[in-house]
């Protein structure tokens, strides 16, 4: 009986039960009860989904990445709406950018945070997982735009993964 409660994504489960905290009405019994409930049942689900365990060599440092990507955003937010308020027109460039990253997580986390960062869309992979597709908005030179996310995300999420 006790093999399954174990949690085959603690990770995801203790990430589900904290998000399930934030968005209730407060902390009450009720709350811890069923966000328990959901940390539980959620990974038992999706189990067959999840190729591996989610596996952070150094987990202590997506604090610090999370809390970057959060200033990155509000930064990217009012450059592009400066660039919209000023009426000059952007110049919008494709950039073929090289992974480094080998980690599917990694990669998804990266393709995600240039995605949620306005002014950037990561729009698509290549089959053999070595080079992503992003929209920039606004850039003049593409190799500004690859040095900038190596140095502010990929290297990071190595350090974090590999």
Same mark, same amino acid.
């Given at each position: 009986?006790?093999? !399954? ?6 990770? @995801?489960? =203790?990430? *589900?039960? *904290?998000?399930?905290? +934030? ?12 966000? *328990?409930?959901?940390?539980? %049942? &959620?990974?038992? =689900? $999706? ?6 365990? %989610?596996?952070?060599? !150094? ?7 999370? *809390?970057?990507? @959060? ?10 709406? !400066?660039?919209? @308020? ?12 090289? +992974? ?8 998804? &986390?990266?393709?995600? $945070? ?5 002014? $950037?869309?990561?729009? /698509?992979?290549?089959? /053999?997982?070595?080079? @992503? =597709? &992003?929209?920039? =908005?606004?850039? /003049?030179?593409?190799?500004?735009? &690859? ?9 990071? %999420? ?5």
């Amino acid at each position: 009986m006790f093999d !399954r409660l174990n949690f085959p994504q603690p990770w @995801l489960s =203790l990430i *589900l039960f *904290l998000t399930w905290q +934030l968005l209730s009405d407060g902390i009450s019994g009720a709350s811890v009860v069923m966000g *328990l409930i959901l940390a539980w %049942l &959620i990974p038992q =689900l $999706t189990q067959g989904f999840w190729p591996e365990r %989610l596996v952070f060599i !150094r987990f202590w440092r997506m604090p610090v990445y999370l *809390l970057r990507m @959060l200033l990155d955003i509000v930064t990217a937010s009012i450059t592009v709406s !400066r660039l919209i @308020l000023s009426g000059r027109q952007p110049k919008p460039v494709f950039v073929c950018y090289p +992974l480094d990253l080998q980690h599917p997580l990694a990669i998804s &986390i990266l393709a995600s $945070t240039i995605s949620l960062t306005p002014g $950037t869309v990561s729009s /698509d992979i290549s089959d /053999d997982q070595k080079i @992503l =597709l &992003i929209h920039t =908005l606004d850039a /003049d030179n593409e190799q500004d735009v &690859i040095d900038a996310i190596k140095n502010r995300y990929e290297k990071p %999420l190595m350090e974090m993964f590999q």
